[in-house]
Protein backbone atom coordinates (compact mmCIF):
# COMPACT_ATOMS: atom_id res chain seq x y z
CA UNK A 1 0.00 0.00 0.00
CA UNK A 2 1.05 3.16 -0.95
CA UNK A 3 1.06 6.46 1.07
CA UNK A 4 2.27 8.77 -1.65
CA UNK A 5 -0.20 11.20 -3.71
CA UNK A 6 -2.20 9.70 -6.76
CA UNK A 7 -0.64 12.59 -8.85
CA UNK A 8 2.92 11.17 -7.94
CA UNK A 9 4.04 8.79 -10.72
CA UNK A 10 5.64 5.68 -9.33
CA UNK A 11 5.99 3.88 -12.70
CA UNK A 12 9.02 3.29 -14.71
CA UNK A 13 10.03 3.78 -18.10
CA UNK A 14 7.49 1.24 -19.09
CA UNK A 15 4.97 4.15 -18.01
CA UNK A 16 6.55 6.35 -21.02
CA UNK A 17 6.33 4.01 -24.00
CA UNK A 18 7.51 6.77 -26.89
CA UNK A 19 11.01 7.48 -24.59
CA UNK A 20 11.53 4.08 -23.48
CA UNK A 21 11.90 3.19 -26.76
CA UNK A 22 14.11 6.03 -27.79
CA UNK A 23 16.34 4.69 -25.23
CA UNK A 24 16.09 1.31 -26.01
CA UNK A 25 17.15 2.22 -29.63
CA UNK A 26 19.97 4.06 -28.22
CA UNK A 27 21.54 1.20 -26.09
CA UNK A 28 20.93 -1.37 -29.25
CA UNK A 29 22.63 1.02 -31.44
CA UNK A 30 25.26 1.55 -28.89
CA UNK A 31 25.62 -2.40 -28.50
CA UNK A 32 25.48 -2.77 -32.41
CA UNK A 33 27.87 0.05 -33.73
CA UNK A 34 31.53 0.51 -33.37
CA UNK A 35 32.10 4.15 -31.65
CA UNK A 36 35.22 5.89 -32.72
CA UNK A 37 33.64 9.24 -32.19
CA UNK A 38 36.68 10.82 -29.56
CA UNK A 39 33.96 12.34 -27.20
CA UNK A 40 32.26 9.98 -26.09
CA UNK A 41 33.04 6.64 -24.07
CA UNK A 42 31.31 3.94 -22.10
CA UNK A 43 30.71 4.13 -18.63
CA UNK A 44 30.28 1.20 -16.14
CA UNK A 45 26.98 0.23 -14.47
CA UNK A 46 28.20 1.73 -10.84
CA UNK A 47 28.52 5.02 -12.89
CA UNK A 48 25.09 4.64 -14.29
CA UNK A 49 23.76 3.87 -11.27
CA UNK A 50 25.26 6.70 -9.12
CA UNK A 51 24.19 9.35 -11.93
CA UNK A 52 20.65 7.68 -11.80
CA UNK A 53 20.14 8.24 -8.58
CA UNK A 54 18.49 10.08 -6.12
CA UNK A 55 20.95 12.35 -5.68
CA UNK A 56 18.77 14.49 -8.11
CA UNK A 57 16.25 15.11 -5.65
CA UNK A 58 18.93 17.51 -3.75
CA UNK A 59 19.49 20.95 -4.34
CA UNK A 60 23.07 22.56 -2.97
CA UNK A 61 24.58 25.63 -3.27
CA UNK A 62 28.20 26.35 -2.32
CA UNK A 63 31.17 24.25 -1.26
CA UNK A 64 30.42 20.80 0.20
CA UNK A 65 30.41 21.36 4.61
CA UNK A 66 29.59 25.26 3.62
CA UNK A 67 26.24 24.56 1.77
CA UNK A 68 23.36 27.86 1.61
CA UNK A 69 20.62 24.75 2.21
CA UNK A 70 20.63 22.49 5.02
CA UNK A 71 20.06 18.99 4.81
CA UNK A 72 23.14 18.49 3.05
CA UNK A 73 25.24 15.80 5.37
CA UNK A 74 24.74 13.00 2.73
CA UNK A 75 25.35 15.70 -0.64
CA UNK A 76 28.15 16.83 0.91
CA UNK A 77 29.98 13.31 1.62
CA UNK A 78 29.13 12.31 -1.98
CA UNK A 79 31.22 15.47 -2.99
CA UNK A 80 33.79 15.04 -0.53
CA UNK A 81 34.58 11.54 -2.18
CA UNK A 82 34.93 12.74 -5.27
CA UNK A 83 36.87 15.72 -4.40
CA UNK A 84 39.06 13.55 -2.31
CA UNK A 85 39.49 11.10 -5.13
CA UNK A 86 40.26 13.92 -8.13
CA UNK A 87 43.14 15.25 -5.42
CA UNK A 88 44.57 11.83 -5.24
CA UNK A 89 43.67 10.51 -8.83
CA UNK A 90 46.26 13.48 -10.28
CA UNK A 91 48.13 14.36 -7.04
CA UNK A 92 47.06 18.12 -6.80
CA UNK A 93 46.12 20.04 -3.39
CA UNK A 94 42.40 21.62 -4.68
CA UNK A 95 39.95 20.57 -7.23
CA UNK A 96 36.34 21.47 -7.78
CA UNK A 97 33.97 18.74 -9.29
CA UNK A 98 30.92 21.14 -10.07
CA UNK A 99 31.30 22.12 -13.34
CA UNK A 100 28.32 20.68 -15.74
CA UNK A 101 30.47 20.55 -18.54
CA UNK A 102 33.89 21.13 -19.91
CA UNK A 103 33.20 24.13 -21.19
CA UNK A 104 31.63 25.34 -18.18
CA UNK A 105 35.18 24.13 -16.48
CA UNK A 106 36.84 27.08 -18.20
CA UNK A 107 34.51 29.41 -18.04
CA UNK A 108 34.31 29.36 -14.76
CA UNK A 109 38.66 29.49 -15.05
CA UNK A 110 38.61 32.64 -16.85
CA UNK A 111 35.52 34.29 -15.18
CA UNK A 112 37.50 33.83 -11.75
CA UNK A 113 40.98 34.30 -13.05
CA UNK A 114 40.62 36.94 -15.61
CA UNK A 115 39.34 40.07 -15.81
CA UNK A 116 37.02 41.48 -18.64
CA UNK A 117 39.02 41.76 -22.26
CA UNK A 118 42.29 40.47 -20.96
CA UNK A 119 43.77 38.24 -23.16
CA UNK A 120 43.91 34.75 -23.66
CA UNK A 121 46.06 32.72 -25.96
CA UNK A 122 44.65 29.83 -27.36
CA UNK A 123 44.99 27.23 -29.92
CA UNK A 124 43.26 28.03 -32.93
CA UNK A 125 39.56 25.66 -33.59
CA UNK A 126 41.11 24.76 -37.33
CA UNK A 127 44.43 23.43 -35.56
CA UNK A 128 42.62 21.18 -33.12
CA UNK A 129 41.71 23.64 -30.08
CA UNK A 130 38.39 23.54 -28.59
CA UNK A 131 35.63 26.13 -29.02
CA UNK A 132 35.41 26.46 -25.10
CA UNK A 133 38.55 28.41 -24.88
CA UNK A 134 37.69 31.77 -26.71
CA UNK A 135 35.70 30.48 -30.49
CA UNK A 136 34.02 33.87 -30.97
CA UNK A 137 30.55 32.39 -30.78
CA UNK A 138 31.10 31.66 -27.58
CA UNK A 139 30.68 33.93 -24.07
CA UNK A 140 34.56 33.80 -23.95
CA UNK A 141 35.52 34.89 -27.38
CA UNK A 142 33.38 38.10 -27.00
CA UNK A 143 34.50 38.68 -23.33
CA UNK A 144 38.39 38.19 -23.63
CA UNK A 145 40.52 39.43 -26.27
CA UNK A 146 41.43 36.17 -27.90
CA UNK A 147 45.18 35.25 -29.72
CA UNK A 148 45.19 32.09 -31.71
CA UNK A 149 47.96 29.40 -32.20
CA UNK A 150 48.03 27.17 -34.77
CA UNK A 151 50.66 24.08 -35.26
CA UNK A 152 53.37 23.99 -37.64
CA UNK A 153 52.24 23.49 -41.62
CA UNK A 154 55.59 21.50 -41.82
CA UNK A 155 55.15 19.49 -38.40
CA UNK A 156 51.66 19.78 -37.70
CA UNK A 157 53.00 20.20 -34.40
CA UNK A 158 52.86 23.04 -31.69
CA UNK A 159 55.86 24.84 -32.49
CA UNK A 160 57.18 26.24 -29.26
CA UNK A 161 59.40 29.33 -30.50
CA UNK A 162 56.28 30.16 -32.48
CA UNK A 163 54.18 30.11 -29.63
CA UNK A 164 56.40 32.16 -27.60
CA UNK A 165 57.31 34.93 -30.33
CA UNK A 166 53.69 35.14 -30.40
CA UNK A 167 53.22 35.31 -26.38
CA UNK A 168 56.13 38.30 -25.93
CA UNK A 169 53.84 40.46 -28.96
CA UNK A 170 50.56 39.93 -27.04
CA UNK A 171 51.27 39.69 -23.36
CA UNK A 172 48.23 37.13 -22.85
CA UNK A 173 47.52 36.69 -19.33
CA UNK A 174 46.10 33.28 -19.63
CA UNK A 175 48.11 30.38 -22.03
CA UNK A 176 45.25 27.71 -22.53
CA UNK A 177 46.97 24.30 -23.92
CA UNK A 178 45.51 21.37 -25.09
CA UNK A 179 42.75 20.93 -27.52
CA UNK A 180 40.31 18.50 -28.88
CA UNK A 181 42.14 17.46 -31.91
CA UNK A 182 45.56 17.36 -31.33
CA UNK A 183 47.17 14.00 -30.64
CA UNK A 184 50.30 14.52 -29.93
CA UNK A 185 52.39 14.83 -26.68
CA UNK A 186 52.63 19.16 -25.48
CA UNK A 187 56.04 19.80 -23.49
CA UNK A 188 53.88 21.63 -20.24
CA UNK A 189 57.50 22.48 -18.42
CA UNK A 190 58.11 24.67 -21.56
CA UNK A 191 54.89 25.87 -21.97
CA UNK A 192 54.80 27.11 -18.18
CA UNK A 193 58.23 28.70 -18.71
CA UNK A 194 56.69 30.70 -21.58
CA UNK A 195 53.85 31.79 -19.38
CA UNK A 196 56.14 32.73 -16.93
CA UNK A 197 58.52 34.89 -18.98
CA UNK A 198 54.96 37.20 -19.92
CA UNK A 199 53.54 36.87 -16.26
CA UNK A 200 50.45 34.86 -17.50
CA UNK A 201 48.90 31.67 -16.21
CA UNK A 202 49.38 28.57 -17.46
CA UNK A 203 46.07 26.80 -18.25
CA UNK A 204 46.02 22.83 -19.31
CA UNK A 205 42.65 21.46 -20.77
CA UNK A 206 43.42 17.59 -20.90
CA UNK A 207 40.15 16.19 -21.56
CA UNK A 208 41.38 14.25 -24.30
CA UNK A 209 43.89 12.97 -22.42
CA UNK A 210 43.34 12.89 -18.67
CA UNK A 211 42.77 8.84 -18.16
CA UNK A 212 46.03 8.90 -19.95
CA UNK A 213 47.81 11.41 -17.64
CA UNK A 214 46.06 9.98 -14.30
CA UNK A 215 47.91 6.78 -15.61
CA UNK A 216 51.47 7.96 -16.16
CA UNK A 217 50.89 7.30 -19.74
CA UNK A 218 50.54 11.05 -20.89
CA UNK A 219 53.02 13.96 -19.93
CA UNK A 220 51.70 15.22 -16.38
CA UNK A 221 50.47 18.89 -16.83
CA UNK A 222 51.41 19.53 -12.81
CA UNK A 223 53.73 20.46 -11.58
CA UNK A 224 53.60 23.15 -14.54
CA UNK A 225 50.35 24.49 -15.24
CA UNK A 226 48.37 26.87 -12.65
CA UNK A 227 45.09 25.73 -13.68
CA UNK A 228 43.91 21.89 -15.15
CA UNK A 229 40.72 21.27 -16.66
CA UNK A 230 38.96 18.62 -18.04
CA UNK A 231 36.12 16.31 -18.77
CA UNK A 232 35.20 13.47 -16.88
CA UNK A 233 32.86 11.74 -19.96
CA UNK A 234 35.60 11.35 -21.98
CA UNK A 235 39.35 9.45 -21.51
CA UNK A 236 38.00 9.73 -17.98
CA UNK A 237 35.16 7.00 -19.06
CA UNK A 238 32.94 9.02 -16.39
CA UNK A 239 30.28 10.91 -15.72
CA UNK A 240 29.03 13.66 -18.10
CA UNK A 241 30.83 17.02 -16.49
CA UNK A 242 33.93 18.72 -16.08
CA UNK A 243 36.45 19.32 -13.21
CA UNK A 244 39.29 22.00 -12.17
CA UNK A 245 42.25 21.37 -10.47
CA UNK A 246 45.08 23.27 -8.76
CA UNK A 247 47.93 23.51 -5.98
CA UNK A 248 48.15 26.95 -5.18
CA UNK A 249 45.75 28.00 -2.44
CA UNK A 250 45.97 31.46 -3.77
CA UNK A 251 43.69 30.62 -6.84
CA UNK A 252 40.54 28.97 -4.72
CA UNK A 253 39.00 32.15 -4.50
CA UNK A 254 38.67 33.04 -7.96
CA UNK A 255 38.09 29.29 -9.37
CA UNK A 256 35.62 28.57 -6.82
CA UNK A 257 33.72 31.92 -7.42
CA UNK A 258 34.34 31.73 -10.94
CA UNK A 259 32.60 27.92 -11.16
CA UNK A 260 29.73 29.05 -8.44
CA UNK A 261 28.04 31.56 -9.05
CA UNK A 262 30.54 33.04 -11.60
CA UNK A 263 28.96 30.36 -14.03
CA UNK A 264 26.61 28.31 -13.10
CA UNK A 265 23.54 27.55 -9.72
CA UNK A 266 23.23 24.80 -7.74
CA UNK A 267 25.06 21.58 -8.15
CA UNK A 268 24.19 18.76 -10.27
CA UNK A 269 24.72 16.40 -7.43
CA UNK A 270 23.72 13.40 -9.40
CA UNK A 271 26.89 14.16 -11.72
CA UNK A 272 28.83 14.94 -9.04
CA UNK A 273 27.99 11.08 -7.68
CA UNK A 274 28.93 10.28 -11.07
CA UNK A 275 32.01 11.53 -10.85
CA UNK A 276 33.29 10.11 -7.95
CA UNK A 277 32.26 6.80 -8.95
CA UNK A 278 34.51 6.82 -11.87
CA UNK A 279 37.31 8.89 -10.01
CA UNK A 280 36.94 6.15 -7.52
CA UNK A 281 37.64 3.49 -10.90
CA UNK A 282 40.09 5.25 -12.53
CA UNK A 283 42.40 4.70 -9.02
CA UNK A 284 42.15 0.87 -9.27
CA UNK A 285 44.77 -0.40 -10.96
CA UNK A 286 42.64 -1.74 -14.04
CA UNK A 287 42.28 1.75 -14.85
CA UNK A 288 45.90 1.46 -15.94
CA UNK A 289 45.62 -1.78 -18.01
CA UNK A 290 42.73 0.00 -20.09
CA UNK A 291 44.61 2.80 -20.63
CA UNK A 292 47.59 0.82 -21.75
CA UNK A 293 45.16 -0.69 -24.09
CA UNK A 294 43.87 2.06 -25.21
CA UNK A 295 47.20 3.73 -26.52
CA UNK A 296 48.28 0.45 -28.08
CA UNK A 297 44.73 0.35 -30.22
CA UNK A 298 45.29 4.01 -31.01
CA UNK A 299 48.49 2.84 -32.67
CA UNK A 300 47.39 0.15 -34.40
CA UNK A 301 44.18 2.05 -35.93
CA UNK A 302 46.87 4.47 -36.78
CA UNK A 303 49.76 2.55 -38.13
CA UNK A 304 46.70 -0.24 -40.20
CA UNK A 305 45.42 3.20 -41.99
CA UNK A 306 48.88 4.18 -42.72
CA UNK A 307 49.56 1.09 -44.33
CA UNK A 308 46.19 1.76 -46.48
CA UNK A 309 47.81 4.63 -47.58
CA UNK A 310 45.39 6.97 -45.63
CA UNK A 311 47.82 10.11 -44.26
CA UNK A 312 47.48 10.69 -40.63
CA UNK A 313 48.20 14.02 -39.19
CA UNK A 314 51.34 14.89 -37.90
CA UNK A 315 52.63 11.05 -38.52
CA UNK A 316 50.41 9.62 -35.60
CA UNK A 317 49.23 9.74 -32.14
CA UNK A 318 50.42 9.87 -28.17
CA UNK A 319 47.00 9.13 -26.99
CA UNK A 320 44.06 7.50 -27.85
CA UNK A 321 42.57 9.61 -30.85
CA UNK A 322 43.99 10.35 -34.16
CA UNK A 323 43.39 13.01 -37.30
CA UNK A 324 43.12 11.18 -40.95
CA UNK A 325 43.57 13.13 -43.93
CA UNK A 326 41.69 12.04 -46.75
CA UNK A 327 42.97 13.95 -49.46
CA UNK A 328 44.63 11.69 -51.44
CA UNK A 329 41.11 9.47 -51.33
CA UNK A 330 39.51 12.18 -53.16
CA UNK A 331 36.64 12.06 -50.11
CA UNK A 332 35.47 14.77 -48.34
CA UNK A 333 34.98 14.15 -44.43
CA UNK A 334 31.17 14.88 -44.45
CA UNK A 335 30.38 11.83 -47.15
CA UNK A 336 33.48 9.55 -45.40
CA UNK A 337 31.45 9.88 -42.34
CA UNK A 338 28.00 9.18 -43.60
CA UNK A 339 29.19 5.98 -45.63
CA UNK A 340 30.88 5.00 -42.39
CA UNK A 341 28.21 5.34 -40.04
CA UNK A 342 25.64 3.38 -42.19
CA UNK A 343 28.22 0.61 -42.08
CA UNK A 344 28.01 0.65 -38.20
CA UNK A 345 31.29 2.72 -37.76
CA UNK A 346 30.44 6.01 -35.51
CA UNK A 347 33.08 8.24 -36.40
CA UNK A 348 33.13 12.44 -36.90
CA UNK A 349 34.30 14.77 -39.47
CA UNK A 350 37.02 16.99 -38.91
CA UNK A 351 39.09 19.89 -40.34
CA UNK A 352 43.02 18.84 -40.76
CA UNK A 353 45.84 21.55 -39.71
CA UNK A 354 45.31 24.30 -42.66
CA UNK A 355 42.33 22.99 -44.25
CA UNK A 356 41.40 23.98 -47.91
CA UNK A 357 38.16 22.83 -47.28
CA UNK A 358 35.28 24.22 -45.05
CA UNK A 359 34.27 22.45 -41.55
CA UNK A 360 30.83 21.39 -42.93
CA UNK A 361 32.61 19.21 -45.93
CA UNK A 362 36.57 19.18 -44.34
CA UNK A 363 39.35 17.31 -45.62
CA UNK A 364 39.26 14.64 -42.46
CA UNK A 365 38.26 12.39 -40.04
CA UNK A 366 38.90 12.06 -36.38
CA UNK A 367 38.93 8.75 -34.93
CA UNK A 368 39.54 7.22 -30.83
CA UNK A 369 40.42 4.24 -29.29
CA UNK A 370 38.32 5.11 -26.49
CA UNK A 371 35.19 3.12 -26.57
CA UNK A 372 35.90 0.43 -28.40
CA UNK A 373 38.98 -0.38 -26.28
CA UNK A 374 36.33 -0.16 -22.94
CA UNK A 375 34.16 -3.08 -24.80
CA UNK A 376 37.35 -5.33 -24.78
CA UNK A 377 38.69 -4.62 -28.36
CA UNK A 378 42.46 -5.44 -29.04
CA UNK A 379 44.46 -4.61 -31.70
CA UNK A 380 43.05 -7.50 -34.23
CA UNK A 381 39.54 -5.66 -33.58
CA UNK A 382 40.91 -2.49 -34.34
CA UNK A 383 43.06 -3.51 -37.39
CA UNK A 384 39.85 -5.16 -39.06
CA UNK A 385 37.89 -1.44 -37.78
CA UNK A 386 40.95 0.12 -40.40
CA UNK A 387 40.54 -2.08 -43.20
CA UNK A 388 36.59 -1.53 -43.09
CA UNK A 389 37.30 2.02 -42.96
CA UNK A 390 40.00 1.95 -45.69
CA UNK A 391 37.26 0.07 -48.26
CA UNK A 392 34.65 2.63 -47.32
CA UNK A 393 36.04 5.80 -48.01
CA UNK A 394 37.47 4.39 -51.24
CA UNK A 395 34.24 3.46 -52.32
CA UNK A 396 31.51 5.78 -50.22
CA UNK A 397 28.79 5.02 -52.65
CA UNK A 398 29.24 1.30 -52.75
CA UNK A 399 25.95 0.35 -51.10
CA UNK A 400 26.84 -3.61 -51.22
CA UNK A 401 30.36 -3.17 -49.21
CA UNK A 402 28.50 -0.76 -47.02
CA UNK A 403 25.88 -3.28 -46.54
CA UNK A 404 28.27 -6.09 -46.35
CA UNK A 405 30.38 -4.54 -44.10
CA UNK A 406 27.38 -3.36 -41.52
CA UNK A 407 26.70 -7.40 -41.47
CA UNK A 408 30.40 -7.84 -40.26
CA UNK A 409 30.17 -5.13 -37.76
CA UNK A 410 27.35 -6.46 -36.45
CA UNK A 411 28.62 -9.92 -35.97
CA UNK A 412 31.78 -8.10 -34.38
CA UNK A 413 29.80 -6.36 -31.76
CA UNK A 414 27.84 -9.37 -30.55
CA UNK A 415 30.87 -10.95 -29.22
CA UNK A 416 31.70 -7.53 -27.18
CA UNK A 417 28.49 -6.83 -25.21
CA UNK A 418 28.80 -3.27 -23.66
CA UNK A 419 26.08 -4.06 -20.92
CA UNK A 420 25.60 -8.12 -20.46
C1 LIG B 1 35.04 18.13 -25.02
C2 LIG B 1 35.93 19.23 -24.65
C3 LIG B 1 35.48 20.30 -23.86
C4 LIG B 1 34.04 20.63 -23.57
O1 LIG B 1 33.24 19.74 -23.05
P1 LIG B 1 31.67 19.96 -22.89
O2 LIG B 1 31.40 19.03 -21.75
O3 LIG B 1 31.08 19.53 -24.18
O4 LIG B 1 31.40 21.36 -22.58
C5 LIG B 1 36.40 21.24 -23.43
N1 LIG B 1 37.68 21.14 -23.78
C6 LIG B 1 38.14 20.15 -24.56
C7 LIG B 1 39.59 20.12 -24.93
C8 LIG B 1 37.28 19.17 -25.02
O5 LIG B 1 37.75 18.22 -25.82
Redesign the pocket.
Known sequence: MSALHPGYFTEGLDADPELAAAIRGEIARQQDGIELIA?ENLVSRLVLEAQGSVLTNKTVEGPAYGRYYGGAEFADAVEALALERAKRLFGCRFANVQPH????A?AGVFFGLLGLGDAILSMDVAAGG?I?HGHPATLTGRDYRIVRYGVSRATELVELDELHDLALAERPRMIVA???AYARALDFSALRGIADEVGAYLMV?M??VAGLVATGLYPHPFPHAHVV?T?TY?SLRGA???LILWNDEALSRGIDGGVFPGVQGSVMLHAVAGKAACLGEALRPEFRAYNEAVLENARALAARLAGHGLRIVSGGTDCGLMLVDLAAQGVTGDVAAKALERAGLAVNKNQIPFDPRPPEAPSGLRLSSNAGTARGFGTGEFEAVADWIADIVSAPGDDALIAATRATVREMCARFPIYA
Open positions: SSGSNNHSGGSDAHTTKRGG
